[in-house]
Every structure is written in C-alpha cells, then in structure tokens.
C-alpha cells in the first residue's frame, strides 16, 4: 500500500516535470486574471497564493497525455498537494531529520510545484500578449527560469524514501543558479 504511494507521488511529480515538453504556446497573466478565470474568489482558494504573486506563462493547449491543461491549473495544483500529503503521511519525519519536519519538506515541495505549474513571465523584456517557444529551446525568453535551489530546497528538506529528484546542476534548461524565480521569497530556514 505504501509503495503505491510512493510511485503514485513519482508519477505525478514527474508529470510536472515532463509537461513542458508539450508546452509550446504561452500566454502572460495576471494571478488576478487566473484566478478569476478559474473562479478562484479569495487567496485562501488559490493554493499557490502564498508563493505565487507575479505575471504566470501558462500554456495555452492540453497536454496530451493528461488530456487537460496542468499550466496555472488551481485544481491540478490542490490534487498534486493532497497526493504527495498523503505519500508524506507514511512517515514520521523526526526519524529521517532532526533538522527539518514534515511541514518543511511540504513547504518545499508546494513552493517547487507552484513554481512548476506557475511559471513566471519575464516582465522586463518586451513579450507580446501571446508567444511560443522555439524547438531547440525547453523555454522561451519570456519565461523565467526556475531557480535550482527551489528544486534542491525539496530534496534537502523531504525524506529520501519519496525518491524527489532535480536535474543534474549543469541541466539548464529548467533551472538557473541566478536570475531566477525563487517565487519572491527568501530560501526558509530550518526549523528551530
């Protein structure tokens, strides 16, 4: 039962991931205009509120393979959190940190997949309403990379046994070192 769990996490944590292959047609908006659009009426709503307060790139076709579009996708957001809570639950987390508890690897995590669903669009150059992204790049220009520490913040803070990866430090199609989203908030710290 456990071990469904765990892949069942693997699975969704490598959708995330793998998504951005079929992205290719992105559009900028507002997190007032997404929520809006998604009928989201209060922050308390929007899962990624607390992380997640900038012009998002979000995709503007399904993705195939899901058979719907997890860009700036609030519900997709709130199932992704409900499973990997549910795959965290398995554990007692004093036993694999005496350094970070469950709430910092879930704070981790949630700030890692807003990043992911909720790309940032590049405000300071000049990107037209709508753009696409070029073959031979995994991002457009406009999109702001994610930055690796908010990857590495996961790995650093999770219990190993949830088999979160990030890619190699010399992969820099997804993550950048500097001049990154790091979602306008200063790394956490561990806990007292």
């Avoid at 979000?58 to 393979?65: K, Y």
């Avoid at 994610?146 to 993550?175: M, S």
């Amino acid at each position: 039962r456990m071990r469904g769990w765990f892949g069942a996490l693997l699975v969704v944590s490598q959708l995330i991931v793998c998504a951005h292959s079929y992205m290719s047609r992105y559009s900028c908006n507002t997190t007032e205009s997404i929520k809006q659009a998604q009928g989201i009426t209060s922050d308390d709503e929007f899962i990624c509120a607390p992380f997640v307060n900038y012009t998002a790139a979000c995709d503007l076709d399904d993705d195939p393979a899901l058979g719907f579009n997890p860009s700036c996708n609030n519900t997709f957001a709130i199932q992704i959190m409900a499973n990997f809570e549910r795959a965290l639950s398995v554990y007692s987390c004093k036993e694999y940190s005496r350094i970070w508890t469950c709430d910092n690897c879930t704070a981790s995590y949630k700030r890692w997949m807003c990043s992911a669903l909720f790309k940032k669009c590049d405000t300071t150059l000049a990107c037209p309403a709508n753009f696409s992204r070029t073959q031979d790049r995994a991002q457009p220009d406009c999109v702001v990379k994610t930055c690796q520490d908010v990857c590495y913040d996961v790995v650093r803070k999770c219990p190993v046994h949830l088999d979160f990866r990030c890619p190699p430090l010399t992969d820099l199609r997804e993550y950048a070192p500097t001049d990154c989203n790091n979602l306008e908030r200063p790394p956490t710290s561990p806990a007292p």
